[in-house]
């Protein structure tokens, strides 16, 4: 059911992707299976960030988070701060953000997990961005981008050359903005 969510969501069905994360919850909550309810939570805020329903996505990350923090699951923690950092920024509460996301870096680096290093790198690039603070926002875009390409996420490491393109477009330094495009 979980994996159908998330095919549904990737499909852009967004209310079917709820309604099985939804029934998968119940499941797993009837089951007492908190690593997989504390998944489904964090499944639920998303679709609810991506529909625009900032508030019940800070809801369902927020329980994820407690259930991860009793379990002592710290990627699982680390993903929950990052993804309420995310809501964070699009609410535009941007120093709640960068709070949240600089304490998922925290402890992905602690955990030594490069992936979830680079995105919160670039999340927090991304709130600097939102900011104007373009030279800041280059910094983590750039260090993001050096850490995709280590571990070799070229999908990723392409939505951090578009980034730092978007910085140097707004920046007014276009033909350095084309070659990161291109």
């Known amino acids: 059911l979980s994996t159908t969510g998330l095919v549904y969501g990737a499909l ?17 909550h009837r089951e007492k299976n908190k690593k997989g309810l504390a998944t489904q939570y964090g499944n639920i805020g998303l679709i609810y960030n991506t529909q625009g329903k900032l508030e019940e996505a800070l ?4 329980k994820a988070l407690e259930i ?20 964070y920024k699009d609410k535009g509460e941007f120093e709640k953000a960068l709070d949240y996301h600089l304490r998922a870096l925290d402890i ?3 955990i030594k997990d490069l992936d979830g290093e680079a995105s919160d790198l670039g999340n927090i690039g991304s709130v600097y961005y939102e900011r104007g603070e373009l030279d800041k926002a280059l910094e ?17 490491g392409a939505h951090q050359l ?4 978007l910085i140097y477009s707004e920046k ?10 291109r």
């Open 12 to 28: 852009g069905n967004l209310n079917k992707a709820l309604e099985h994360h939804e029934y998968a919850k119940k499941i797993y």
């Open 59 to 62: 809801m369902y990350h927020k």
């Open 68 to 87: 991860d923090t009793e379990l002592e699951d710290h990627r699982g923690i680390a993903t929950d701060l990052n993804n309420i950092g995310i809501v």
């Open 108 to 110: 992905h680096r602690k």
């Open 140 to 156: 983590y875009h750039r260090e993001s981008l050096r850490i995709q390409r280590l571990v070799g996420d070229p999908v990723e």
């Open 162 to 165: 578009g980034n730092i393109g």
């Open 172 to 181: 007014g330094d276009l033909e350095v903005a084309l070659q990161y495009h």
